[in-house]
T-cell receptor, first 113, second 112 residues
Framework: GESVGLHLPTLSVQEGDNSIINCAYS??????FIWYKQESGKGPQFIIDIRSNMDKRQGQRVTVLLNKTVKHLSLQIAATQPGDSAVYFC????????????FGKGTRLHILP | DADVTQTPRNRITKTGKRIMLECSQTKGHDRMYWYRQDPGLGLRLIYYSFDVKDINKGEISDGYSVSRQAQAKFSLSLESAIPNQTALYFCATSDGARETQYFGPGTRLLVL
């Protein structure tokens, strides 16, 4: 079946290092992808998105890479800070699903001092 | 003030009770959504609405109902709450299909 999933449920990264969070999707018709950050006790917050006509998009300290050949999405966070500690969700949207966003299960990013 | 608000923030109820969760937004968005979040399962869509009076079922609509009487408000009801509806509930809004969804702070519901 169609799914959006993450390779690792928990990722521990040293403060100052770069973090890479991965996501696999299975629907080849998906054409819009989003990364959300959810801090403890809060709702998900938009980080960055990418459309299928792109393979890379950069924001402030974050980069999203899209590999449509292997249906893989990644979020790179540069110089990870304590405030980056959160659960990160990837999400996909495909026109053949009535434009409903499907969320992955999430990866918890833990920052080591 | 927050753009998307939810009330209540926490609720404890008993099996069989009817409860309503409210969502309000000041972003002027047409689209509103209700999600449920369980540990290890991410966010799952319950219902969504593209406009006033427009209601669409999501992935897990059984046991829930919604009402969209105004653009700014979208309420979620549990007609007869059961323990496996214990979860964190989020409301979200967006300006279109391929536009960012803005989430509320969530309602933590415990059904005893």
């Amino acid at each position: 079946g169609e799914s959006v999933g993450l390779h690792l449920p928990t990722l521990s990264v040293q403060e100052g290092d770069n973090s890479i969070i991965n996501c696999a999707y299975s629907n080849s018709a998906s054409d819009y992808f989003i990364w959300y950050k959810q801090e403890s006790g809060k709702g998900p917050q938009f980080i960055i998105d990418i459309r299928s006509n792109m393979d890379k998009r950069q924001g402030q300290r974050v980069t999203v890479l899209l590999n449509k050949t292997v249906k893989h999405l990644s979020l790179q966070i540069a110089a990870t800070q304590p405030g980056d500690s959160a659960v990160y969700f990837c999400a996909e949207l495909a026109g053949n699903r009535d434009d409903k966003i499907i969320f992955g299960k999430g990866t918890r990013l833990h920052i080591l001092p | 003030d927050a753009d998307v608000t939810q009330t209540p923030r926490n609720r404890i109820t008993k099996t069989g009770k009817r409860i309503m969760l409210e969502c309000s937004q000041t972003k002027g968005h047409d689209r509103m959504y209700w999600y449920r979040q369980d540990p290890g399962l991410g966010l799952r869509l319950i219902y969504y609405s593209f406009d006033v009076k427009d209601i669409n079922k999501g992935e897990i609509s059984d046991g829930y109902s919604v009402s969209r009487q105004a653009q700014a408000k979208f309420s979620l009801s549990l007609e007869s709450a059961i323990p496996n509806q214990t979860a964190l509930y989020f409301c979200a809004t967006s300006d279109g299909a391929r536009e960012t969804q803005y989430f509320g702070p969530g309602t933590r519901l415990l059904v005893l």
